[in-house]
């Protein structure tokens, strides 16, 4: 049964981002915080399921944006900062917007109305290989081991879903498959353009991000009709723990990242990240993936631990 109660540790989030950032070594700290990122993030595959129940896409994830937006707007005014001025980094918000957020949120949700949450993280996990790919595109040469551990962290998704996963497959999940890989290249070219913020605050860059993001679905969740929906407390429960945990703190942390590991390393939490919403799911939602999950896992940190190796 769906109670707030039964995440209370959730709760602890915002502290636990305060003592991660007082750590005395730069170097765990931000992989503490790449950990942290992932299980926020992981969690929302769950969350969006739930909310799904009762809510439609297009209004659920519009939600959740305005949750986001009206909390990190809050913050920013606490801690006294300030939007840019600045024309270009106001366009890239607003292309960072529309890739980490409306455009990528909404093909997801849309996704998980025909596949299992857990199923949904492990294919949207495959964001750090779109970055390879896009990066060699742009001359960026890789050393061998980001290579080989994006080639084993993708390894580890074919455990969970691989071409016996299509076999009796209905036309609808085949197009969720689609739709939530298309999200994580959504997600790949977000981690690359977001280093064209990395002058900003990352508090400024995801305020500024939820709120392009809330000009382009609040509109659209008009479509829906909202005023005529019944949405039940578990949905709503989980719209808010998605628009908080999941969106806001969230998002200030991936901008914190982008900055500090780069496209790539912040990427790569997307492997952390499905076995996150794999867990999640069996715990929350008693779903059964694969009995090879753990093999999977073991393969997922693998490819996290050699993307990341810090350089001599």
């Given at each position: 049964?769906?109670?707030?109660?039964?995440?209370?540790?959730?709760l602890?989030?915002?502290?636990?981002?305060k003592?991660i950032s007082?750590?005395?070594?730069p170097?765990?700290?931000?992989?503490?915080?790449?950990?942290?990122?992932?299980?926020?993030?992981?969690?929302?595959?769950?969350?969006?399921?739930?909310?799904?129940?009762?809510?439609?896409?297009?209004?659920?994830?519009?939600?959740?944006?305005?949750?986001?937006s009206?909390?990190?707007?809050?913050?920013?005014?606490?801690r006294?900062?300030?939007f840019?001025?600045?024309?270009?980094?106001?366009?890239?918000?607003?292309?960072?917007?529309?890739?980490?957020?409306?455009?990528?949120?909404?093909?997801?949700a849309?996704?998980?109305?025909?596949?299992?949450?857990?199923?949904?993280?492990?294919?949207?996990?495959?964001?750090?290989?779109?970055?390879?790919?896009?990066?060699l595109l742009?001359?960026?040469?890789?050393?061998?081991?980001?290579?080989a551990?994006a080639?084993i962290?993708?390894?580890?998704?074919?455990?969970?879903?691989?071409?016996?996963s299509?076999?009796?497959?209905?036309?609808?999940?085949?197009?969720?498959?689609?739709?939530?890989?298309?999200?994580?290249?959504?997600?790949?070219c977000?981690?690359i353009?977001?280093?064209?913020?990395?002058?900003?605050?990352?508090?400024?860059?995801?305020?500024?991000?939820?709120?392009?993001?809330?000009?382009?679905?609040?509109p659209?969740?008009?479509?829906?009709?909202?005023?005529?929906?019944?949405?039940?407390?578990?949905s709503?429960?989980a719209?808010?723990l998605?628009?908080?945990?999941?969106?806001?703190?969230?998002m200030?942390?991936?901008?914190?990242?982008?900055?500090?590991?780069?496209?790539l390393?912040?990427?790569?939490?997307?492997?952390l990240?499905a076995?996150?919403?794999?867990l999640?799911?069996?715990?929350?939602?008693?779903?059964?993936?694969?009995?090879?999950?753990?093999?999977?896992?073991?393969?997922?940190?693998?490819?996290?631990?050699l993307?990341?190796?810090?350089?001599?």
């Amino acid at each position: 049964m769906f109670t707030l109660s039964r995440y209370i540790t959730t709760l602890h989030c915002a502290s636990l981002v305060k003592n991660i950032s007082n750590s005395a070594h730069p170097l765990v700290r931000e992989y503490a915080l790449l950990v942290l990122l992932a299980l926020l993030w992981g969690s929302s595959y769950t969350w969006i399921k739930i909310g799904l129940e009762t809510l439609p896409p297009i209004t659920l994830m519009a939600s959740r944006v305005f949750v986001a937006s009206v909390l990190l707007f809050g913050m920013m005014k606490v801690r006294g900062l300030v939007f840019p001025r600045s024309r270009e980094l106001w366009q890239a918000l607003i292309v960072q917007s529309l890739l980490n957020c409306s455009l990528a949120w909404l093909v997801l949700a849309w996704g998980q109305q025909f596949i299992p949450s857990g199923t949904a993280g492990v294919l949207n996990s495959t964001s750090p290989l779109f970055v390879v790919a896009l990066s060699l595109l742009m001359s960026r040469t890789f050393t061998w081991r980001e290579a080989a551990g994006a080639a084993i962290g993708f390894a580890g998704v074919v455990v969970i879903v691989g071409p016996a996963s299509l076999q009796g497959a209905s036309v609808s999940q085949v197009w969720a498959y689609a739709a939530v890989l298309f999200g994580a290249f959504l997600y790949a070219c977000a981690a690359i353009n977001g280093k064209r913020l990395n002058a900003l605050p990352a508090l400024v860059t995801a305020t500024g991000t939820m709120l392009c993001a809330a000009v382009v679905l609040l509109p659209l969740a008009l479509l829906d009709k909202p005023w005529t929906l019944a949405p039940s407390a578990r949905s709503i429960g989980a719209m808010l723990l998605s628009g908080v945990f999941s969106t806001a703190i969230a998002m200030t942390i991936y901008f914190r990242l982008v900055r500090t590991l780069g496209p790539l390393g912040v990427a790569s939490q997307s492997y952390l990240r499905a076995g996150f919403s794999v867990l999640l799911g069996m715990l929350i939602l008693s779903e059964r993936p694969s009995p090879l999950v753990l093999a999977e896992l073991a393969l997922i940190i693998a490819g996290v631990a050699l993307i990341n190796w810090p350089k001599r």
